[in-house]
């Protein structure tokens, strides 16, 4: 492991920390190191592999696609593109829907940037503590200002407002309705700790944008693709926007990124508006196909299930003060801002986790972990917030 940091430190750029360990397998929701130790994964490439780890749906979707067809450009189609782009607009339920793809969330929401410029107005309107990518455009809808200031000054236009608060984001709207072009938000944030939208908020951000004229772009590149239960979460309160980003689960470990327009956004991009080489990878696409035609009703169930599950057993474990989210994407709250603590001694218990914020655990399994290794996991991270909380008693 040594020689892999070192190689690792002598060959990478150091915008990452050198990683603590170096997976070499995965199967399911179980990874395994270079030295043969297992981990139970409970947060699949940040909520990345939906179906786990070798799939074989997505393992023999890929590997059929990449033996036939690997790559054709945005000058030729391919049929894969048009399976998942029909397949997404059935879940939005709207025929007006049209779908650009790309190869990650930032890009989704470059997208979804470009897209509010050509309404012709100039204001976005963007949630405080947000996150909705590092490419500057993105960026410059993402909330936290520690991530933006080393990159200023970025694209003008974007104003924020206090996540969940309907009345400061009203007068915000107000100030120039005529000129603000798109209200963009995550349904649960989830960089800044899982933090769920009050009840009813989508649906009175739905009414605002539907008053002035404005676009509702729904960040859903975490939350999408059942990671909460329902296929998309902004169903849960039944609201529909215009503007939906998507990545993350879609491609079940392969880099793909979604827009999808409806209405009248689904007019403002023409030829030549915006584009990607990549987007739209007949592999990626495979990969996404195989994925949604597992993610079915039955399975969606299963999630919800398995969500309080999850839920019920990380909520018993002494040193939580809650636990919040919903699905298999929940934040666990602790007593005591040890959470970065947490997750290294999670690797020394054998189960990989994420801390957001300070007293905050991140849980994103895979969407297939069973039961058995969800009593599992709960067990270990009971063992690793007990043996922090110790740490810092002492």
Not at 84 to 112: P, W
Not at 193 to 206: M, N
Not at 229 to 252: C, N, R, S, W
Not at 310 to 320: M, N, R
């Amino acid at each position: 492991m040594k020689d892999f940091t070192q190689r690792w430190a002598g060959a990478l750029l150091d915008n990452y920390p050198v990683p603590p360990i170096e997976l070499v397998e995965g199967s399911g929701s179980t990874v395994t190191d270079a030295d043969g130790k297992q981990y139970i994964d409970m947060l699949a490439g940040i909520a990345v592999n939906a179906l786990g780890h070798a799939h074989p749906a997505v393992v023999e979707a890929v590997t059929n696609q990449l033996s036939t067809l690997g790559h054709v450009s945005n000058l030729f189609g391919s049929a894969p593109v048009v399976k998942v782009a029909e397949a997404l607009r059935e879940h939005v339920a709207d025929d007006t829907a049209r779908v650009y793809f790309g190869n990650s969330g930032t890009e989704a929401n470059e997208a979804a940037f470009k897209l509010a410029r050509l309404t012709g107005r100039r204001r976005i309107l963007a949630a405080q503590h947000g996150f909705h990518g590092r490419t500057m455009g993105a960026l410059a809808m993402t909330g936290q200002p520690d991530k933006q200031k080393p990159f200023e000054p970025l694209p003008a236009g974007v104003e924020f407002y206090p996540y969940g608060d309907i009345e400061a984001l009203t007068a915000l709207v107000e100030q120039n309705p005529s000129d603000t072009a798109a209200i963009i938000m995550e349904p649960i944030q989830g960089e800044t700790g899982i933090i769920p939208a009050p009840e009813g908020f989508l649906t009175q951000v739905r009414e605002l944008c539907d008053k002035h004229g404005i676009l509702f772009i729904a960040d859903e590149v975490q939350t999408g693709v059942g990671r909460t239960g329902d296929f998309f979460a902004f169903q849960h309160e039944g609201v529909l926007p215009d503007v939906i980003t998507m990545a993350k689960g879609l491609g079940g470990g392969m880099p793909i990124g979604a827009t999808i327009a409806r209405g009248e956004a689904a007019k403002l991009f023409t030829p030549g508006s915006h584009g990607t080489t990549f987007g739209g990878n007949p592999v990626s696409c495979a990969a996404a196909t195989a994925v949604l035609a597992t993610i079915d009703d039955a399975f969606l169930e299963e999630v919800r299930r398995k969500g309080q599950v999850l839920y019920d057993a990380a909520s018993k474990i002494p040193g939580v003060k809650a636990v919040r989210g919903r699905g298999l994407m929940l934040g666990v709250v602790l007593e005591r801002p040890v959470a970065k603590r947490v997750v290294k001694l999670g690797l020394e218990h054998g189960v990989i986790l994420n801390a957001p914020a300070d007293d905050v655990i991140r849980l994103t399994p895979p969407l297939v972990i069973s039961d058995e290794e969800i009593a599992q996991a709960a067990q270990r991270l009971a063992a690793a917030i007990a043996e922090a909380s110790e740490e810092v008693s002492q």
